[in-house]
């Protein structure tokens, strides 16, 4: 107990002397600070157009059907199922940052889920009554491509899951 009492002192005493020096000539070693995030593009209003040609062109098969024709992937199909490195999840249509690492929890369904997008001006919802039933859809802000749907049944803060479809994604560590 005596011994750490003393390391604490002595290590408040050299940030209290390091701070007071305003010499220029001594090199004053700080604590290494935690990097701020890169800051995170918000949806500026500037929509995207392609034609289905120009779509095809940019997409994959699997990404335009998922993306430009509202398709679905199947469950437990996406490779983000199970990725746990922290990064960013953009459109893979128009690159618009979409979900944040930070945000994303196991939610058992079979495809990514998240509680909140990174700004909620990069996503709009629309109502989508396919399938026999009226669920929200949740679309990219800037070229409009279907993502998945969001739901009420997520964690808290939110309450909400974005359940995502995979072909629709790209991270970004």
Known sequence: MKKKLMTIIALATI???AGAQNSPQKKV?????????AT????????IHHSDAEWKKILSNDQYYITREKGTEPTWSSEFNK?????????????????????KFESGTGWPSFYKPVNPKNVFVA????????RDEVLCARCEAH???VFNDGPQPT?????????ALKFKK
Do not use: W
């Open 147 to 149: 993502l998945g749907h």
């Open 15 to 17: 940030f209290i002397f």
């Open 40 to 47: 995170i593009e918000i949806f500026d209003g500037k929509k």
């Open 83 to 103: 990725n746990k490195d922290k990064g960013v999840y953009y459109c893979v249509s128009c690159n618009l940052p979409l979900y944040s690492s930070d945000n």
């Open 159 to 167: 309450g909400l899951r974005y359940c995502m479809n995979g072909v």
């Open 29 to 37: 070693v700080r604590a290494e600070v935690k990097q701020a995030p």
């Open 127 to 134: 109502k989508d009554n396919t399938m026999g039933m009226e």
